[in-house]
């Protein structure tokens, strides 16, 4: 049973565009959602998260928007660059973050200069 | 201060034998959670130590098994190793419980024959 999806397995975006990567969950407990950026050969790198009680967090060129009520999270990056290339991880954790992260199955974003 | 360290980096095995992973968590960092991550697929959660103590485990058989010691390095050990098991084993530490404060190793790449 997969909690955390992930629908879409690729991205590409032109450079200087917006990158918007989608999310979505299934586990009314969650209440903390994060993202991660993952390069080869690399682990995965917190980027930005959300709790519950928000609806946006912004963090430089990164925001995520949570949608409670349709169980949606997406990530926006403005303007994209090339170093932005990565798989990007959403991920939920209960308890404000303090249980277990449960991750989804990864976007892999490419930003074509 | 060091980041999350992961030895060995590769490893290859055959089906039946044990396997011992290791990690050292980031300097400070007392919770140690460890996750598998198959072709493919995001990381699964396999179980947290805090303090030297298990704290939470996933959906894994009980031949996964950990360790954390006094300097809140840790172990995981597979038995018995199955096909299935061939995947990137990452490590993260945090300080405390918080899911969101999070931080990975690069990983072991596991190979069962």
């Known amino acids: 049973d997969q909690q955390v999806k992930q629908n879409s397995p690729s991205l590409s975006v032109q450079e200087g565009r917006i990158s918007i990567l989608n999310c979505d969950y299934t586990?009314?407990?969650?209440?903390?959602f994060l993202w991660y950026k993952k390069y080869p050969a690399e682990g995965p790198t917190f980027l930005i998260s959300?709790?519950?009680?928000?609806d946006k967090n912004e963090d430089g060129r990164f925001t995520v928007f949570l949608n409670k009520s349709a169980k949606h999270l997406s990530l926006h990056i403005v303007p994209s660059q090339p170093g932005d290339s990565a798989v990007y991880f959403c991920?939920?954790?209960?308890?404000?973050?303090?249980?277990?992260?449960?991750f989804g199955t990864g976007t892999k974003l490419q930003v074509i200069p | 201060e060091t980041g999350v360290t992961q030895s060995p980096t590769h490893l290859i095995k055959t089906r039946g034998q044990q396997v011992t992973l290791r990690c050292s968590s980031q300097?400070?960092?007392?919770?140690v959670s460890w996750y598998q991550q198959a072709l493919g697929q995001g990381p699964q959660f396999i179980f947290q130590?805090?303090?030297?103590?298990?704290?939470g485990r996933g959906n894994f058989p009980p031949r996964f098994s950990g360790l954390q010691f006094p300097n809140y390095s840790s172990e995981l050990n597979v038995n018995a190793l199955e096909l299935d098991d061939s995947a990137l084993y990452l490590c993260?530490?945090?300080?405390?419980?918080?899911?969101?404060?999070?931080?990975f190793g690069p990983g072991t790449r596991l190979t069962v024959l």
């Open positions: 993260a530490s945090s300080l405390g419980l918080a899911g969101g404060g999070q931080f």
């Open positions: 586990n009314s407990m969650f209440d903390y």
């Open positions: 959300i709790s519950s009680i928000k």
């Open positions: 991920a939920a954790s209960a308890r404000g973050g303090y249980q277990k992260v449960t």
């Open positions: 300097s400070g960092h007392n919770t």
């Open positions: 130590y805090y303090r030297e103590e298990e704290n």
